[in-house]
């Protein structure tokens, strides 16, 4: 009889386990200009689903699609453009239905509000310009072909920095450690000391289009699945245009 009870009090106390302890898990591998939306979005949706943690990383598309293919667990990926998305994809490491537009963003060049410059024929006035590696940050190369396009690559080649990130040029701006920043305008609505200098026309890159998906595992994940719908939702959107990105 006593085994019995206890066997019956050690169910009992199980079935009573706070949710969390069988909390589902959903691993993002997200580009680092999203980090305050995302990280609101997740936040929301955690509230109203508490059986749901995050695992959350960001960084350059480039770098994160990289992690992916080398193994990193991750349910989804969110790049800062296409190219990444279907470099993962031709690797078969993206449930290829799933891809889908989050939202799409806009390019700009801020530094200090006394600096007089109004246009990519002004970038030779200043002698340090942050620039996300083209390599692996997209912005870094939108940035480059608004350059090339603009016919400044010449005179602004010696005058580039390299960053890991559009955050990491933006922190550069806003410490002084150099004259002009190419960031998103989202980033830009971030700064504190940095001011807009000048939107850099489209014409000079393509449009800025943030692509989604499940990755295989995460296609198999229920809760990856449902906040994946969730990012598509009327709620989503309000929180996207909050922090200054375009819906198309």
């Not at 069988?22 to 591998?29: P, T």
């Amino acid at each position: 009889m006593k085994n019995s009870t206890t066997k019956l009090l050690c169910l009992f106390t199980l079935l009573l386990l706070p949710a969390q302890v069988l909390a589902g898990e959903v691993k993002l591998s997200v580009a680092a200009s999203l980090k305050d939306v995302v990280n609101e979005l997740a936040d929301g949706f955690a509230a109203k689903n508490p059986g749901v943690r995050f695992l959350k990383n960001y960084g350059g598309s480039g770098a994160l699609a990289k992690q992916i293919e080398n193994g990193a667990p991750s349910d989804m990926y969110i790049s800062a453009n296409l190219e990444w998305m279907s470099y993962l994809k031709n690797k078969k490491l993206i449930e290829a239905a799933s891809i889908g537009t989050f939202t799409h963003n806009t390019l700009v060049l801020i530094g200090s509000a006394g600096k007089k410059v109004s246009g990519m024929r002004d970038l030779s006035k200043l002698e340090r310009i942050a620039i996300g590696s083209p390599n692996s940050v997209p912005a870094g190369a939108y940035a480059m072909e608004a350059v090339r396009r603009s016919g400044t690559d010449k005179e602004v080649e010696n005058k580039l920095v390299l960053a890991r990130d559009a955050r990491d040029c933006l922190n550069y701006a806003e410490r002084g450690e150099v004259e002009g920043a190419f960031v998103y305008r989202t980033d830009a609505l971030q700064a504190k000391k940095a001011a807009v200098l000048f939107t850099v026309p489209q014409g000079l890159y393509p449009l800025v289009i943030y692509p989604m998906a499940l990755t295989v595992t995460g296609a198999r994940n229920a809760d990856a699945a449902t906040f994946y719908r969730f990012l598509q939702s009327a709620e989503a959107k309000v929180v996207l245009r909050k922090y200054g990105f375009a819906l198309k």
